[in-house]
Nanobody
Framework: QVQLVESGGGLVQAGGSLRLSCAASRRTFSNMGWFRQAPGKEREFVAAINWSGGITNYAESVKGRFTISRDNSKNTVYLQMNSLKPEDTAVYYC??????????WGQGTQVTVSS
């Protein structure tokens, strides 16, 4: 099955921006999603995008600041994160929607936002 690799995380000041990438080993003809997990917290939904890229959905906490997109010719989904806040600090993961559930989780990429 498809393998996913996240990248682009790092340390950034509050108000700054980062662009995360999720590279897939093959084309994923399905929805893709970004999730995050902070230390001691449950994993939470961040954003999702359908196969064509025409439909997106965002968690209320990131709406207006984050933008999810995908380039199917490159088998890659992106998460542009602007106006970052300390509460955005977490490990970010991407996944593929399979039979109603997200699966094939990558290793994750750390995002740390300092105040």
């Amino acid at each position: 099955q498809v393998q996913l690799v996240e990248s682009g995380g790092g340390l950034v000041q509050a108000g700054g921006s980062l662009r995360l990438s999720c590279a897939a080993s093959r084309r994923t003809f399905s929805n893709m999603g970004w999730f995050r997990q902070a230390p001691g917290k449950e994993r939470e939904f961040v954003a999702a995008i359908n196969w064509s890229g025409g439909i997106t959905n965002y968690a209320e906490s990131v709406k207006g600041r984050f933008t999810i997109s995908r380039d199917n010719s490159k088998n890659t989904v992106y998460l542009q994160m602007n106006s970052l806040k300390p509460e955005d600090t977490a490990v970010y993961y991407c996944a593929v929607l399979v039979a109603g559930n997200y699966d094939h989780w990558g290793q994750g990429t750390q995002v740390t936002v300092s105040s």
